[in-house]
């Protein structure tokens, strides 16, 4: 059986590796392998960075109502999860609002820190330089961790993650090997999924691990979203290149307007490039159907299939980025 890169698929809320927690809870050390060896595993440190996101607020997800109040759609866990932390000790909350009132910084950087920090209980955070600015965040989180007492809460919801965790069992192997081929991303390079039930349905996240790794971080889902996986992925090698060249397109406001009007949900042009070309990747590694391609333009996303086909060439990103955002400009609906 041959191995992915040492690939894992760590599932955010269940792992909890010291020894003092293996008496009551030893099936955490249980993982599962798909039939190409990725490990399926878990992670407590997303789990508790995201009960801290729910109890402050953090509501993204399907809306399902609009008035008189607005109703967002959560999974099961997650209803369970923010009821604990929202009500649990207030004391936890004040100290993570003063905390983020001090260090505003996206979620994805908090999600980065949390990823490359120590597990419970945090005893220091990463000691990559561009996280610094997170400094002291350990100390939230390990006062989340014992004053909402996270690990009784996740061996309650262990069950679910396990049932979630094993959707992955299959279909993740071949296209993973394929974005991996497409984006010439080193057999040696870890790759790392994650289940986090605490998220928006079908948000699927990526980071950087402290030694390169790719962090695949999947919220819930009904079934596997193995497209999102493999956009994330695609997102970590196309982002940086996009960064690079996108100020040198001179149409990509004009677009970028046309495909927000469309239903592209983007609000930069460098977002804007990302997504199309790492969803491009994604379909491709998926072997979409053409209709599937017709889908994506329709929905804003212009001339995405002429796009996957320059991963074909073997050429990076970075070189071929400009040409295909003039594709993508000359692929625009004909105004009536």
Do not use: C
């Not at 009132?101 to 955070?125: E, K, M, N, R, V």
């Not at 390079?189 to 030694?211: I, T």
């Not at 391609?293 to 060439?313: M, N, Q, R, T």
């Amino acid at each position: 059986m041959t191995r992915l890169a040492t690939a894992a698929l760590l599932v955010s809320s269940l792992l909890v590796p010291t020894s003092a927690h293996a008496g009551s809870q030893g099936d955490w050390f249980a993982s599962l392998y798909t039939g190409e060896g990725v490990e399926l595993r878990n992670d407590e440190r997303v789990f508790t960075l995201f009960a801290i996101f729910n109890a402050l607020g953090f509501d993204q997800g399907p809306v399902t109502r609009t008035q008189p109040v607005p109703k967002v759609l959560y999974s099961p866990v997650r209803q369970l999860v923010r009821a604990r932390v929202i009500g649990g000790d207030p004391e936890v909350r004040k100290a993570a609002d003063v905390y983020f009132d001090a260090h505003a910084a996206p979620l994805g950087h908090y999600l980065t820190w949390a990823i490359q920090a120590d597990s419970p209980p945090f005893a220091a955070g990463p000691k990559a330089k561009d996280l610094a600015d997170l400094k002291g965040f350990e100390a939230v989180m390990a006062k989340a961790w014992t004053g909402w007492k996270l690990d009784e809460l996740m061996a309650q919801v262990q069950a679910e993650y396990r049932k979630s965790l094993k959707l992955y069992l299959q279909g993740v192997d071949g296209p993973l090997t394929k974005a991996r081929a497409l984006l010439k991303v080193p057999d040696n390079a870890e790759v790392l999924l994650l289940v986090n039930l605490l998220d928006a349905q079908d948000q699927v996240r990526a980071v950087r691990g402290e030694k390169g790794e790719s962090f695949l971080i999947a919220g819930p889902s009904d079934k596997p979203n193995v497209e999102g996986l493999l956009k994330a992925f695609a997102a970590l090698s196309v982002e940086p290149a996009v960064a690079k060249q996108i100020a040198k397109w001179s149409g990509g406001a004009q677009v970028l307007r046309e495909a927000q009007l469309a239903g592209a949900g983007e609000q930069t042009v460098a977002e804007y490039a990302t997504n199309l070309v790492s969803l491009a990747a994604a379909m491709r590694a998926m072997d979409a159907s053409d209709a599937a391609y017709e889908a994506a333009s329709a929905k804003g996303y212009f001339g995405i299939k002429d796009v996957s086909k320059l991963f074909d060439d073997g050429k990076p990103v970075e070189s071929w980025i400009l040409d295909a955002m003039q594709k993508v400009e000359t692929r625009r609906p004909a105004k009536k």
